[in-house]
């Protein structure tokens, strides 16, 4: 078990009345930072996205944004996968002030052993209200009809 899994299930960040919690999980995310341990902050992310924790995802966003904005940041560029589906969209989309007007759009095309496209994505990049970090929605579509949709959340350094 993790610390970030240890932590998750001894702690109640469904209030923002818990204070404490919310300092722990500061706290938390710091030391994530500075070990470097990616998967880690991801899970922490995906578990509050998944669990509707305005309070607890604001926070984390708003410690990941102050380190990816310093000059000597200690985080490289990372992706954190949120799956096909954000139960609370409207709520995640809040917190993060998504702006719905493209940033970047573009086509990546998925070819099959015959060199014949199988199938293509729809990537759309968001600018959010934190300079630094970026919503993308990618939306698959192929021979089969197995469309589907992958949401992730992408954190990228200040370049100075």
Known sequence: MTNSDFFLQNNSLSTEEDIDSLLDLASLTRELINAKLYEDINHIIRYIVQNNFTEALSWVISILQEELEKEHC???????????HITHYDDFTQILQIDFNPLKNHIEKVYDRDGEVSAFFNVIIYKTGYENIYLVSSENFDTRDNDYIQYKLSFVPKMF
């Open 74 to 84: 200690t985080l490289e560029s990372f992706d954190c996968t949120l799956g096909g």
